[in-house]
Each structure stands twice: as structure tokens, then as C-alpha cells.
């Protein structure tokens, strides 16, 4: 069989100088521009009220804004929480004809403070019994690239927004960001990720890339007294992983000390390097055993100090 040379116009580079991953971000972001390439197009932001969540809402919108994404707000209510037979309580019941007043008289206060924001805003109403609001959610709004939801301190019902975040988290595949209405989302360009070998966190891995800024640094931290090796090596291939995508990382393997949880060390950690964002891979132990015994999932959402990504 005759060999034929490729003609110099075509000639094929030689092995070791093909650009490196960084130079291909580099040049993306030159001809495109970094906000024409983030993945993150479609916003869900979730709340209950149209007071708490004022904060909460300008920070939500405003990374919308950042990114030029579409945004969608849900506004939950939940219907009576007693039954009509029991009216002669009095304030136990509330007549269905005025939650639905009052439910869209929320939402006009809430349109009217998204006005001022130039990307789209979409806001609509979710009115069902506490029981299935949270699934009512789900299938209203199947597909978004990340849904949106505020801390406590924005909320109406507390107990609502912890079973809106477990229905969302675990049934839709969409990563979840929880905002704390005194934090904003800059550009993320250090990012603190809870590591242990799980297949939620290597979805949060993926979500974290394409969320990152180009060259940002992500710190890989594993929470162990002694990690075996066969879990640094695994974290060391992540390393690998997020190098090629032009990434800086760290790792960092801290003992569990005197924290009473992954999740306050985690925080900790991750407030003491000024990390713009937290991740972790939500749920990665059962549900039943999380709500049993607690676990860094139900830690992180029940009171948060700074933006933090969860993944399922």
C-alpha cells in the first residue's frame, strides 16, 4: 500500500502543539464572550411570599441579569390548612375565594419588583393542598438548566420550602442553587467542593464546569480522619479532570475534629477561603437515613451562610 504525505497546506501538526485547554477558553471567550458560553439559559426561582423574598428575589434575578437568562418565579400557596367542618374555630379556616385573592394580589406586588430588570421575567401561581404543591411544581416546570431557592428567612413556611427543595432535588435532575438573601452570586472563581467518591458528586462536578468562571479555582476537600487511598486517588483523577477543562485545583483532606457535622465544616472551610460558591452532591446517603440522622445535605439547607449547588 503506497503512502501518500500530506500536502504542506494540510499537513497535519506535529505531536505537542495542539493548544491547551486554557487557550481554547481563552479564544472562546475572546470571539464569544464568557456570558454567551455559560450553559445556564433557563432560571426557576421558587418562593411562598411577596415580602420575605424581596431580597432573595432582586439577588435571584439579578444573576439572571449576569448571565442573560430567561427567569421563571414560582410563587407558591399552599391552600387552607383546615377543613370548612371547622369554621366555627374561626381563624382555622380561611375560604378558598380569599387565598386566591390574596394569592393574586402577591403576585402583582411581585411582578411589579421585577420591572426594573431587562431580561425576561415570567411570573406565575401555584395553588394546590400543602400535600402536592411541591410534585404540582415539578410538573409544572420540568425542564430548567437550575432552579433557584432562597434560605429560611425568606420563606412564609419553613416546612414548605425543605419539601420543595427534597421534591426538586431528587425528582427533576436539575441542580439546585439555595441563595442566603445577604449574599449575591458574583462570578464564581473559587469554588470550595465537598469531595467523596459518590455519583451525586461527580454530577456535581459536571454542573460545577459549566458554572465556573474560565481558570477559576475549585478546592477539592475531603472531610475524613484518614481517607482511604483508593479515595485520593479517585479525588486526584478529578484534579485531572478539572485541569484539562482550565481549572485550578486544590486539595484540601481536613479531619472531622470538633465539628458536630460535614456540613458546619464545610462551611466553615469554605467562609475561611472567601469561596464564592459551595458544592456538594445532595442526598448522596437515603432520604429516610438523611431525615433520621441528619446528614451535610439537610445541614447546608437548613441554614445557609453562603450560595451553595447541590446535584442529584
Known amino acids: 500500500m503506497r503512502d501518500f504525505p500530506y500536502p504542506a497546506s494540510v499537513r497535519r501538526p506535529r505531536y505537542g502543539t495542539f493548544p491547551s485547554a486554557k487557550t481554547c477558553r481563552l479564544r472562546l471567550d475572546q470571539r464569544f464572550g464568557r456570558e454567551e458560553r455559560i450553559m445556564i439559559k433557563d432560571l426557576l426561582v421558587v418562593i411562598d411570599n411577596s415580602i420575605n423574598s424581596d431580597r ?9 441579569e449576569r448571565v442573560g437568562a430567561h427567569a421563571e418565579v414560582a410563587m407558591l400557596s399552599p391552600g387552607p390548612l383546615a377543613s370548612a367542618k371547622l369554621a366555627p374555630l374561626g381563624s382555622l379556616y380561611v375560604p378558598e375565594d380569599v387565598l386566591v385573592e390574596e394569592e393574586r394580589a402577591r403576585m402583582a406586588v411581585v411582578r411589579g419588583s ?16 400543602v ?36 421534591t426538586l432535588l431528587l425528582s427533576t435532575g436539575t441542580p439546585l442553587l439555595v441563595l442566603p438573601e ?15 467518591p459518590s455519583r451525586e458528586v461527580n454530577r456535581a462536578v459536571h454542573d460545577l464546569v459549566s458554572f465556573a468562571e474560565p481558570g477559576a479555582t475549585i478546592e477539592l476537600v475531603i472531610v ?24 485550578k485545583t486544590l486539595l484540601h483532606v481536613s479531619p472531622t475534629g470538633d465539628w458536630s457535622s460535614t456540613g458546619e465544616m464545610l462551611v466553615h472551610h469554605a ?5 464564592d460558591l459551595l458544592v ?14 441528619g446528614g451535610v445535605t439537610r445541614t447546608l439547607l437548613g441554614e445557609v451562610r453562603l450560595p451553595v449547588l447541590l446535584s442529584h
Open 114 to 129: 421585577t420591572a426594573e430588570f431587562t431580561c425576561p421575567v415570567e411570573v406565575y401561581g401555584l395553588h394546590d393542598d
Open 271 to 275: 467562609i475561611k477561603q472567601n469561596a
Open 131 to 166: 400535600a402536592w404543591i411541591a410534585h404540582d411544581l415539578r410538573l409544572a416546570h420540568p425542564l430548567a438548566d437550575l432552579i433557584v431557592v432562597g434560605g429560611p428567612e425568606s420563606w412564609e413556611v419553613p416546612w414548605l420550602r425543605q419539601r420543595v427543595l427534597e
Open 182 to 196: 445577604e449574599r449575591r452570586l458574583d462570578p464564581v472563581r473559587h469554588a470550595v467542593l465537598g469531595w467523596k
Open 280 to 293: 456538594i452532591g445532595g442526598y448522596a446517603h437515603s432520604r429516610v437515613r438523611e431525615v433520621l440522622l
Open 56 to 64: 432573595f428575589l432582586q439577588t435571584a434575578l439579578s444573576l439572571a
Open 224 to 247: 475524613d480522619d484518614d481517607p482511604e487511598a483508593a479515595v485520593r486517588a479517585h479525588a486526584a483523577e478529578v484534579e485531572r479532570h478539572l485541569v484539562r477543562h482550565g481549572f
